[in-house]
């Protein structure tokens, strides 16, 4: 298993695109997060605080219905900078989800594209160890990829935000994000195996996460809790409170990573059924 593995890795680093794919992933979410500091830094909140000594001062929330001169003669209005959050910056990872599991479906519709499959599984007749290994290696790359991005988003909201905040939520992200990218690239290469041409794959597995499940969840009361990928994407944002009425955000990862083992089974055993 371990040669497969390696094999496996041979193919995925000396493919040029495929690299660049990922860094590019990086770059973008790298872009997200500078561009949402920016707009988040522009924005002040603004609260009227009475005049006193700093002992007896307090403060009265502003709920936006003051203008200017709103607070009293008694009161100032004044302007605090906006909090940034790790969630806050790491819009771009639904972009970089888009590529994962595109990748996902490219290392295994590739090699049934150009016949390459076909000596691969001649050198390996157990052909579920082909697709295992790839998994490893894919799913691992991804997620790798994915934790570096997050730590520089952290980089970046450290240095470049006004008022930089980290709380559990934040801490959770360093493992959610990679963890769901693992699991988005092995739903991937499921569906790479279970269609065996990359562009139809492709455009099946992001066309059923992007548009589909938005429309399905959108139009049909209820069917959210049930859109795997709706459920899934939480694992990189910060979960709001009965947000498109999906499943809790550790009831909805596990059942987000059950769909994409289900597709992964198929497709390893389909591989396995069918002529190369």
């Not at 969840?217 to 990928?229: E, H, I, K, Q, Y």
Request: contains cysteine; negative net charge; proline residues 4%.
């Amino acid at each position: 298993m371990i040669d497969v593995i390696r094999s496996e890795w041979i193919k995925l680093r000396t493919v040029r695109s495929t690299i660049i794919t990922l860094f590019a992933a990086g770059a973008i979410v790298v872009l997200f997060a500078v561009l949402s500091i920016n707009n988040i830094n522009g924005n002040q909140n603004t609260r009227c605080v009475a005049q006193g000594t700093a002992d007896t001062a307090t403060t009265i929330p502003d709920d936006g219905s003051f203008g200017v001169d709103s607070c009293g003669p008694d009161a100032t209005l004044v302007a605090e900078p906006a909090v940034v959050h790790l969630s806050d910056v790491t819009a771009g990872v639904t972009i970089a989800a888009f590529v994962f599991g595109a990748l996902g479906v490219q290392i295994i519709g590739q090699e049934y594209r150009f016949n390459t499959i076909r000596p691969t599984f001649t050198a390996v007749p157990h052909r579920p160890r082909v697709l295992l290994a790839k998994l490893a290696v894919m799913a691992a790359s991804t997620a790798v990829v994915a934790l570096l991005m997050t730590l520089v988003c952290w980089a970046i909201g450290s240095a470049l935000a006004d008022v930089w905040a980290v709380d559990g939520t934040d801490h959770r992200l360093l493992w959610s994000i990679p963890l769901f990218a693992a699991l988005w690239t092995m739903g991937g290469i499921g569906v790479g195996a279970i269609v065996r041409q990359p562009i139809a794959g492709i455009l099946a597995l992001l066309g059923w996460a992007f548009i589909a499940e938005q429309i399905v969840g959108s139009v049909v009361d209820g069917s959210a809790r049930w859109l795997p990928f709706l459920n899934g994407i939480q694992m990189t944002t910060r979960v709001g409170e009965g947000q498109q009425d999906v499943r809790p955000l550790l009831e909805g990862g596990i059942y987000f990573a059950v769909v994409c083992a289900a597709l992964f089974a198929l497709g390893t055993v389909l591989a396995d059924r069918r002529d190369a």
